[in-house]
């Protein structure tokens, strides 16, 4: 079935050092790749998302970008900052593109935590 | 705003008791959902509804039970059949269309602890 993994966590980084977070997915058709971002306590938050091969999905300094020959939607941010801190997950709709009522699968996530 | 709602933040249960978390959302979206999140497991989808008075069983429905009377409105009534309740459920909600996947808004969580 269609699924996604994430890279183990934690991440620790230090403020303003580069970000990688790998995501690859299996999938039927080319399906909408999601990040979402959940800080502690609360709900998860859509970060970006990219619809079809080669998009670039972005936001808040964040990029991802959706590569079918490796299928991989791996999450990058240039510098990163204490405030970015969190739980980081990647997602897709199950069924391929029309998936059955939108549902999404999750990744396992990957914690985030950036010092001084 | 817009947003979607849900109460409480937190909830205790006794062995036993039936509870129920609530979900309301005014972003006049046709779909719904309730996931089961614990500690390294990632989300985990318990029931979703397309249209008021619909709903299907996902991953882990057992011990779970669910309405939607309403399109703003989605309850998740967590029976004393589910052994192990204890987890932070997350309420969400989207748009559906035949063509294209939507991102789900997310509510703030209800932290549900058995006593």
């Known amino acids: 079935g269609d699924s996604v993994t994430q890279m183990e966590g934690p991440v620790t980084l230090s403020e303003e050092a580069f970000l990688t977070i790998n995501c690859t997915y299996t999938?039927?058709?080319?399906?909408?790749l999601f990040w979402y971002v959940q800080y502690p306590g609360e709900g998860l938050q859509l970060l970006l998302k990219?619809?079809?091969?080669?998009d670039k999905g972005s936001n808040k300094g964040f990029e991802a970008t959706y590569r079918k020959e490796t299928t991989s939607f791996h999450l990058e941010k240039g510098s990163v900052q204490v405030s970015d801190s969190a739980v980081y997950f990647c997602?897709?709709?199950?069924?391929?593109?029309?998936?059955?009522?939108?549902?999404?699968?999750f990744g396992t996530g990957t914690q985030l935590k950036v010092e001084l | 705003d817009g947003g979607i709602t849900q109460s409480p933040k937190y909830l205790f249960r006794k062995e036993g008791q039936n509870v129920t978390l609530s979900c309301e959302q005014n972003?006049?979206?046709?779909?719904m959902y309730w996931y089961r999140q614990d500690p390294g497991q990632g989300l985990r989808l318990i029931y979703y509804?397309?249209?008021?008075?619909?709903?299907q069983k996902g991953d882990i429905a057992e011990g779970y039970s669910v309405s939607r009377e309403k399109k703003e409105s989605f309850p998740l009534t967590v029976t004393s059949a589910q052994k192990n309740p204890t987890a932070f459920y997350l309420c969400?909600?989207?748009?559906?269309?035949?063509?294209?996947?939507?991102?789900?808004?997310f509510g703030s969580g209800t932290r549900l602890t058995v006593v």
């Open positions: 990219a619809t079809k091969a080669d």
């Open positions: 969400a909600s989207s748009h559906i269309n035949s063509r294209t996947a939507y991102g789900y808004t």
């Open positions: 509804s397309q249209i008021v008075n619909d709903f």
């Open positions: 997602a897709l709709p199950r069924g391929g593109l029309t998936g059955g009522g939108n549902k999404l699968t």
């Open positions: 972003l006049n979206h046709d779909a």
């Open positions: 999938a039927t058709g080319y399906p909408s």
